[in-house]
């Protein structure tokens, strides 16, 4: 299987789905030693896991993590770090 962008976005977005905010985070710093750019379905689905783990620090260091990069940040992205932290009584 060939590392790139896609590939890592399905493992972060799996990761999500079963509880695995911290390997969806490994697997986000893995990219860059890999040389795959992330982009914003990347970041999405690492801050949805940060989300669902209850990890509302870590969804808002991404978001701002997305912005210093120039990643573009949209409405879902907004949405999941708002729940975050909604969840972590913040």
């Known amino acids: 299987v060939e590392?790139?962008?896609?590939?890592?976005?399905?493992?972060?977005?799996?990761?999500?789905k079963c509880g695995k905010w911290d390997q969806a985070l490994m697997l986000?710093?893995?990219m860059?030693?890999?040389?795959?750019n992330s982009n914003t379905i990347t970041h999405n689905a690492?801050?949805?896991a940060c989300e669902k783990g209850g990890e509302?620090?870590?969804?808002?260091?991404?978001?701002l993590e997305m912005a210093s990069a120039h990643v573009e940040i949209v409405t879902i992205t907004y949405g999941?770090?708002?729940r975050?932290?909604?969840k972590g009584g913040q």
Do not use: F, M, P, Q
Not at 3 to 16: G, K
Not at 32 to 36: C, E, Q, R, W
């Open 3 to 16: 590392l790139n962008t896609i590939t890592y976005n399905a493992a972060i977005s799996a990761c999500e």
């Open 80 to 82: 999941s770090a708002i």
């Open 84 to 86: 975050a932290c909604e």
């Open 28 to 30: 986000l710093l893995g």
């Open 56 to 63: 509302w620090d870590k969804a808002l260091r991404l978001l």
């Open 32 to 36: 860059a030693s890999a040389h795959v």
């Open 46 to 48: 690492a801050i949805s």
